[in-house]
């Protein structure tokens, strides 16, 4: 396993009350599983929408690449790389 750094924005920030957080993870699936431990029931429910796919509202970016949230368990984790989880957008 590799370690990653997965930096956390608004909405997950304040659930674990942190900005950034390193785990081991194979997939980036494995790293967002994580976080969603982390955080226990309710941010695993804010996370995940049916089954065990990230909500269409969260955007992953793995060092600066835009990954499919529906594949996120075929993209293998490097040593030291960076996932963001960006929150739902929101605007008036």
Do not use: C
Not at 20 to 35: L, P, S
């Amino acid at each position: 396993m590799a370690q990653v750094l997965v930096k956390l924005y608004t909405t997950l920030r304040l659930r674990l009350g942190k900005a950034q957080v390193w785990v081991e993870a194979r997939t980036a699936a494995d790293a967002v599983k994580r976080i969603a431990e982390q955080g226990g029931p309710e941010t695993a429910k804010a996370l995940y929408g049916d089954g065990q796919v990230v909500r269409n509202e969260f955007l992953l970016a793995l060092d600066s690449d835009i990954l499919d949230r529906q594949a996120l368990d075929q993209v293998a984790i490097k040593e030291g790389s960076v996932l963001h989880i960006f929150p739902p957008i929101s605007g008036g």
